[in-house]
Nanobody, 124 residues
């Protein structure tokens, strides 16, 4: 069982930046594709960004492309989501997810493990 813990959320003004972290209980996440999803009140969980298990391929939702960046640390135990030029519509609970040997899927059901989420609120 892989446990994921997100951190780094908070309140920020539009145009600001936040960096979310996702720490894993596993010694390494190198065999996992990692994804970030978000869910706003009254809406379905939506894809934000993902990286395949090899780390060489990334996917982004059109709404965040050019503003958000997914990355791993060298020890591959933490995954990050750097969020720049934040907009009020980015307000949501952000979740990280892990998919063993995955390709970086954009649909939630492909992922095996989920964190508890971290709230991001962007004020206008």
């Amino acid at each position: 069982q892989v446990q994921l813990v997100e951190s780094g959320g908070g309140l920020v003004q539009a145009g600001g930046s936040l960096r979310l972290s996702c720490a894993a209980s596993e010694r390494t996440l190198s065999i996992f594709a990692m994804g970030w999803f978000r869910q706003a009140p009254g809406k379905e969980r939506e894809f934000v960004a993902a990286m395949n298990w090899k780390g060489g391929v990334t996917n982004y939702a059109d709404s965040v492309k050019g503003r958000f960046t997914i990355s791993r640390d060298n020890a591959k135990t933490t995954v990050y989501l750097q969020m720049n030029t934040l907009k009020p519509e980015d307000t949501a609970v952000y979740y990280c997810a892990a998919d063993r040997w995955g390709t970086g899927a954009v649909v939630p059901h492909e992922y095996d493990y989920w964190g508890q989420g971290t709230q991001v609120t962007v004020s206008s």
